[in-house]
């Protein structure tokens, strides 16, 4: 049996599970140890087995996702006899590095999903007995097409209000008036009364009559929308433990995007490593 352990109170932990189990082609029953409110959701984990804890579970293989020894360094034991397999994405690791137990995990395999820094990076090659890319591929989806542009976030309400006003700001110095959907779980308070609302999950791919992307600089957003990266925007949110300035500045250094607004958008004060650690993806 395959075990993930998807620490984390966002959308992107499970999504990105999807995705590596099927660029694995692992077979077979899933259960995912996970606190999301999203995993109560069939679209997204589907036929997987949610349970709280690793507590009393018998395992061939945990993966663990993102956090090597879990969000809160609480991830110091896994079912006996089981292969360990690390699913490394970028991280503020100065902040994270605290976390880790004097004893740390020693992985079987670590998959890196994207670069890391050069001390996380480092720290995995010495606790992993193979350490190794992946490119993912997300399992098959319908497209979202909808005119106009599409923003996709899926919360909090605060931030998503904020990237539709950023997509607002932008029509207004380009002096187009476009059509915008929200893609997100739910409509939040505040949204204005033109833009339009989806509840669609994948989010992946845009169809044909999308001509604006509008998303977070979450992990997720930035793999998938890579294709389209020509009409793709990214606005980057402070988190506890995720990097998403980084990830962004990396994504916008790969190809065009003229980005009217990027020059003004001021990195706001990262949380304390000690407060709510939200990391969504």
Known sequence: MIVCYAAGDG?????????????????G????????????????TGDWKIVPSLEGIDADEVFVDAFPAG??????????????THLARLLRWDAYKPLLPADPLRFDRTFVLEPLAPAHH????????ELSPLVLVDP??????????????????????????????????????????LVSPRRPDGLPPEAAHLDAYPA????????RIVTAAG????????????????????????????????????????????GIISR?????PGGRPRNSA
């Not at 480092?122 to 007995?129: C, E």
């Not at 957003?221 to 300035?245: E, G, K, N, T, Y």
């Open 29 to 44: 029953p899933v259960t995912v140890v996970t606190s999301s409110p999203f995993a109560d959701d069939p679209r997204v």
């Open 219 to 262: 992990f997720n957003a930035v793999r998938q929308f890579a294709p389209w990266r020509d009409i793709h925007r990214l606005m980057p949110f402070p988190r506890s433990l995720d990097d998403q300035f980084t990830r962004a500045a990396r994504a916008r250094a790969t190809g065009p995007s003229p980005d009217p607004l990027a």
């Open 71 to 84: 969000l809160k360094g609480e991830l110091a034991r896994v079912p006996s006899g089981a292969r360990l």
């Open 140 to 181: 098959p989806a319908e497209p979202i097409d909808v005119d106009g542009w599409l923003i996709v976030h899926s919360g909090p309400d605060a931030e998503t209000r904020e990237l539709v006003a950023y997509a607002r700001d932008m029509a207004s110095i380009e002096g187009v008036h476009p059509p915008m959907t």
């Open 11 to 27: 959308l992107g932990h499970l999504t990105r599970l999807r995705a590596v189990l099927h660029t694995l082609r692992v077979d």
């Open 122 to 129: 480092s720290y995995l090659r010495d606790v992993s007995a």
């Open 204 to 211: 992946c791919a845009p169809g044909p009559n999308v001509e």
């Open 268 to 272: 706001p004060s990262m949380p304390r």
